[in-house]
């Protein structure tokens, strides 16, 4: 004789489905978030990956040299990392630049053992763009960014200075 699965409902499962609906508004939907999403967090490879940062205002492209020559006049606590880019906005011409990023910590003088920002730069800057960056190691670092908010496609480095930026915003 085979037996009919018994359906169990917990407190828990009820807690939750209640709080849902309340939460809601009482019309079954679920509740909307007043925290913002988690940025996502990727690996880049120096020496043969070029990001695409894409959104609907604009395209850059943006490739990296480390290591980099120190410069005497700026102290770090990582390697510091050389980038250039081009970004084009819709209709417009291709700029084009650089940048330097570096980590640059102090101790946190309220708390012990832990390390603030101390004029480091932590942000890739391209055109209207300003990503995240964090040091990894001679040969790679990390990006943070919100996919809600722009798109990254990679390619290979070496066609930074000739693939048309206009192929990235479609």
């Known amino acids: 004789m085979l037996k009919r699965p018994q359906t169990r409902i917990t407190v828990a499962t009820v807690t939750a489905v209640v709080s849902t609906i309340v939460l809601a508004g009482g019309h079954g939907e679920p509740a909307e978030r007043s925290a913002p999403p988690a940025r996502i967090s990727a690996p880049i490879h120096y020496a043969d990956t070029m990001l695409a940062f894409v959104d609907d205002e604009g395209v850059a492209l943006v490739v990296f040299q480390c290591p ?26 291709v700029m084009t630049g650089t940048g330097l990023l ?21 942000r890739i800057s391209a055109g209207h763009f300003q990503v995240e960056w964090s040091e990894g190691d001679a040969d790679m670092g990390w990006f943070y960014y919100n996919p809600e908010d722009i798109r990254v496609q990679l390619a290979n480095a070496k066609q930074f200075e000739t693939i048309k930026l206009e192929r990235f915003s479609h």
């Open 102 to 122: 570096f980590e640059k910590y102090k101790p946190d003088g309220e708390r012990k053992f832990l390390v603030v920002n101390d004029d480091g730069q932590l």
């Open 68 to 93: 980099v020559t120190r410069n005497a006049d700026v102290i770090t606590t990582s390697k510091p990392v050389r980038y250039r880019f081009r970004y084009q906005t819709k209709g417009m011409a």
